[in-house]
């Protein structure tokens, strides 16, 4: 169980890496004159590739954790609002990895997931704070 805690924080330091990473890259983008250097757009897909391994990460222990240490049980409204926020946290993490994936090198991101990325940095914050309220 310890093992999964550790995978599970693991996969929480990813995702936040991943999520910050690109947002770094994007207000460099932004900030460019001209057209962005190819060497920072090229971190697009390493940040997007990131950010989904620590989402999944997150999903696969987290559920893990629950079915072992919970039995799968309803837990509170705050548990199942957490698994909202989280599911919106991988919609857009499947989301910008099938994007960034799709596009053209040097083009930018949807104007959809320009507005959806902290978004969901905002559903992280409530995620990890109904965490600390359902399981603190």
Do not use: N
């Given at each position: ?58 999903w ?20 199942i ?56």
């Open positions: 169980m310890t093992f999964v805690k550790i995978l599970h924080f693991f996969g929480l330091m990813l995702g936040a890496a991943g999520g910050l990473g690109g947002m770094m890259v994007a207000i460099q983008a932004k900030r460019a004159e001209g057209a962005p250097a190819p060497a920072l757009l090229a971190l697009r897909p390493r940040f997007s590739t990131i950010t989904l391994a620590g989402v999944l990460l997150l696969l222990t987290g559920l893990w954790l629950w079915l072992v240490g919970y039995d799968g049980a309803f837990l509170s409204g705050a548990f609002a957490k698994l909202v926020a989280a599911a919106f946290i991988l919609a857009v993490a499947v989301a910008g990895f099938l994007a960034i994936r799709r596009a053209k090198p040097g083009s930018p991101p949807p104007a959809l997931l320009q507005k959806l990325g902290p978004l969901a940095g905002l559903a992280s914050y409530l995620a990890v704070a109904l965490a600390v309220y359902v399981f603190g």
